[in-house]
Structure formats: C-alpha cells, structure tokens
Nanobody
Framework: QLAESGGGQVQTGGSLRLSCTAS????????MAWFRQAPGKEREFVGA????????YYKDSVKGRFTISRDNAKNMVYLQLNNLTPEDTAVYYC???????????????????WGQGTQVTVSA
C-alpha cells in the first residue's frame, strides 16, 4: 500500500513537500513515480526514481522546480515542489512497480501500486 501526504494550498511561487509512505513491501527494488491529475485531464507523469539505479527522470515542465528523493530505509519517497504555479494544481499520486520496463516509465497504466492521492492547489 502507498499513502501520500503533504498536499495543501499555496500561492504562486510557494513550495510543498509531498511524502509517500509504502507499507507491506520494501520499495528498494521498485520504480517509484509521481503522477498528477488535474480536473478534466488525464493523469500525467511528473517524475520517477528508477528501481535499479535510483536515477531520476522528470516531466520537462517541472525540471528544476520539482525534486524526487527516496529513503529506502524508511520506505518513503518524497516530491519537493518549488516555485509552484496554478498550472501545477492537481491531485498528486505516488505509484510503484517492480517489473516496469524503462520505456513504460511514463505510462500510468503500467504501474501496479497507487496511493489515494493528495490535493495540491496553487492560487494566483
């Protein structure tokens, strides 16, 4: 199971830190990703930490503003959101998968495990 926390409402330019707590299995061997879904839009890839290397990958529009980190010892993944804009308003989801192939990393349907999401609202 995955559980996100840390969402909230901030003004443009503000910051938030989202947390994802995994229970039931170790995340060490999992690709851990963040997706988001805005009202009326499809769920989109935000970024991921690849399972074997921990290497980080991001959606272009969040590069330099968002940072993923993972603490395998605590079974947690984080998403630091900086310099937020209203376009970042969405429900943010944590996702995990053990056997994901690299080319599917940005495809939501390829992930087996999901959290319930946490709302991030950025006001102008």
């Amino acid at each position: 199971q995955l559980a996100e926390s840390g969402g909230g409402q901030v003004q443009t330019g503000g910051s938030l830190r989202l947390s994802c707590t995994a229970s039931g299995r170790a995340i060490t061997s999992h690709t851990m990703a963040w997706f988001r879904q805005a009202p009326g839009k499809e769920r989109e890839f935000v970024g991921a930490s690849w399972r074997s290397t921990g290497r980080l990958y991001y959606k272009d529009s969040v590069k330099g503003r968002f940072t993923i980190s993972r603490d395998n010892a605590k079974n947690m993944v984080y998403l630091q959101l900086n310099n937020l804009t209203p376009e970042d308003t969405a429900v943010y989801y944590c996702a995990a998968d053990l056997q994901l192939i690299f080319s599917s990393m940005r495809i939501a349907e390829q992930y087996d495990y999901w959290g319930q999401g946490t709302q991030v609202t950025v006001s102008a």
